[in-house]
C-alpha cells in the first residue's frame, strides 16, 4: 500500500513536471508587494482582534506549473476580551516560502494555483508587557490566483491559512501557544 502510494505520487509529478511548458523566457521572476487583512480563527494568548499589514514577496517560476516564493511581511491587531489592554501587536512572517502548483497547462492571463509553504513567525509585544511575544514555526495553505494585466504586470488574489507554534519563555510553565490567521490577500506584481 505504501509502496504503491509513493510509487502513484512519484509518476504523477513526473507527468506533470513533462508536461509543464517553460516559463516565458525572461519573466520568470516576479518582485512584488501585498496587503493583508487578517481573521484569526482560533482564540489562543493573545486573544486578537482582525488586523491588517502588508508585505513583500519574491516569486521564481521554474516553469508553467511550478513556483517557488519567498516572503516578508507584518500585520497590526490589538487585543480584545481576555487581551484587552494590548495594542499593536505585530506578527511578522520573516521569512515564508511557498511552493506553488499552478493548475493551468497552457499560458492565460488567468492563472490560479495552490501553495503549501513553511516560515518562521514572530509575534511582538505588544503595549503590555505579559510574556505576548513569540517566536516559531509554521505551515501555510495557499488558494489564489494571478491576473496578468501584461507580461510584465500582474494583479492577484490569495486566502492563505497558516497555523504557527509560537514559544515565548523558555522557563517555568505555558511557554508556548499557537496562531491561527485565516489571510486574505491582494499582491501587485512585476515580472522581469
Do not use: C, W
Request: proline residues 4%; without cysteine; aromatic residues 14%.
Amino acid at each position: 500500500m505504501r509502496k504503491s502510494l509513493i510509487v502513484s505520487l512519484s509518476l504523477f509529478l513526473l507527468a506533470t513536471t513533462a508536461q509543464a511548458q517553460e516559463a516565458p523566457a525572461g519573466f520568470s521572476r516576479t518582485l512584488g508587494a501585498t496587503i493583508y487583512g487578517s481573521i484569526p480563527l482560533v482564540d489562543t494568548l493573545p486573544v486578537v482582534d482582525p488586523g491588517i499589514g502588508g508585505g513583500v514577496y519574491f516569486d521564481y517560476r521554474f516553469n508553467q506549473r511550478f513556483s517557488l516564493t519567498v516572503e516578508a511581511f507584518s500585520i497590526v491587531q490589538d487585543g480584545t476580551g481576555p487581551s484587552g489592554g494590548e495594542g499593536a501587536l505585530l506578527f511578522f512572517g520573516i521569512p515564508t516560502g511557498t511552493l506553488k502548483v499552478y493548475l493551468l497547462k497552457s499560458t492565460s492571463k488567468f492563472d490560479p494555483y495552490v501553495g503549501l509553504g513553511l516560515g518562521l513567525y514572530f509575534l511582538s509585544e505588544g503595549d503590555v508587557s505579559n510574556s505576548s511575544f513569540g517566536v516559531g514555526l509554521g505551515a501555510q495553505i495557499e488558494v489564489g490566483f494571478d491576473y496578468y494585466l501584461s507580461d510584465a504586470f500582474s494583479v492577484g488574489v490569495a486566502g492563505t491559512y497558516r497555523a504557527v507554534g509560537l514559544i515565548n519563555k523558555l522557563s517555568g510553565t505555558a511557554n508556548a501557544t499557537t496562531y491561527m490567521p485565516y489571510t486574505l490577500l491582494g499582491k501587485f506584481g512585476y515580472h522581469f
